[in-house]
């Protein structure tokens, strides 16, 4: 699926706006999230913790939850924004999330304040992974 120079821009943009919305009162650990639908749409999430620390929910699940609301669940790429210099890959109930909607050869993309950035395949995030084919 084909991401071009000014989508990609355009999703750090978007993941950097979400990043300023991200409420982490306990860890101060800020996530923001885009994520470029199949249709050229752009969505996006931040991290939103709880008291209860365990109802935390991480930005890219955020993001993904804010496609399926309005209708898409197909994706060509997510962008995930923080401002650490150890960029920030996706914990492992994010990459189980996004093996459900992405392809196994999309890329998932971790960028910084420092422009630095890395990507991986959801492959490479989650190889061997539990897919909706498995309940086939
Ligand atoms: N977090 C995310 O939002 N995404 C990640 O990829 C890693 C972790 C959040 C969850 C929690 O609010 C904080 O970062 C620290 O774990």
Redesign the pocket.
Same mark, same amino acid.
């Given at each position: 699926m084909t991401v071009t120079n000014e989508q990609k821009t355009k999703l750090v943009n978007q993941a950097k706006v979400a990043y300023a919305s =991200?409420y982490?009162p306990?860890?101060k650990?800020? &996530?923001g =999230?885009a994520a470029l639908t199949a249709q050229d749409n752009i969505v996006s999430g #931040? $991290? &939103?913790?709880n008291a209860s620390y365990g109802l +935390?929910? #991480? =930005?890219?699940? $955020?993001c993904i939850a804010q496609a399926v609301i309005g209708g898409e669940q197909d994706f060509k790429t997510l962008v995930?924004y923080?401002e650490q210099e150890k960029l +920030? *890959? *996706? #914990?492992g109930a994010?990459r189980q999330v996004i093996v459900e909607f992405f392809e196994p050869q999309a890329i998932i993309m971790a960028v910084n304040h420092l422009n630095q950035s890395k990507t991986w395949t959801v492959d490479e995030l989650l190889p061997s992974a539990f897919t909706p084919k498995d309940l086939i």
């Open positions: =991200a982490a306990y860890s650990f800020h &996530v =999230a #931040c $991290n &939103v913790e +935390t929910v #991480c =930005a890219e699940r $955020n995930i923080t +920030t *890959p *996706p #914990c994010c």
